[in-house]
């Protein structure tokens, strides 16, 4: 997995060395592929901590660097807020998708 734009002409070229560079799965927004965590979580048993969690660790990987000095109060309110969004739609629904979640 890369984080960064610049990983991945890194990891063409590991596996263009290795001569798998059909081998390698790329998700962007131009590509076929896709992968929904959210449903990936739940499918593995994931309850509403787990699926919090990892809409959290998504969210700050992404945000990494853009405000180094979040206070914590900040990221802990975001947490309950999607937290408790989680609860409401896996209470109403039975289960959990990104558009559910945007809509609430």
């Not at 984080?3 to 002409?9: H, M, N």
């Not at 060395?17 to 990936?40: C, E, H, T």
């Not at 969690?53 to 999607?82: C, S, Y």
Request: net charge neutral; aromatic share 10%.
């Amino acid at each position: 997995m890369a984080s960064k734009p610049e990983d991945r002409d890194f990891w063409q070229a590991i596996f263009r060395k290795a001569g798998r560079l059909n081998d390698l799965v790329i998700f962007n927004p131009q590509s076929q592929w896709r992968f929904n965590f959210i449903d990936y979580v739940q499918q593995c048993g994931g309850d509403t901590r787990d699926i919090t969690k990892a809409i959290m660790v998504i969210g700050e990987t992404l945000e990494r660097g853009d405000n180094p000095n979040q206070e914590k109060f900040w990221g802990e309110q975001n947490r309950r807020m999607i937290h408790n969004a989680v609860e409401v739609i896996r209470l109403a629904k039975g289960q959990v998708t990104a558009p559910d979640l945007q809509r609430l």
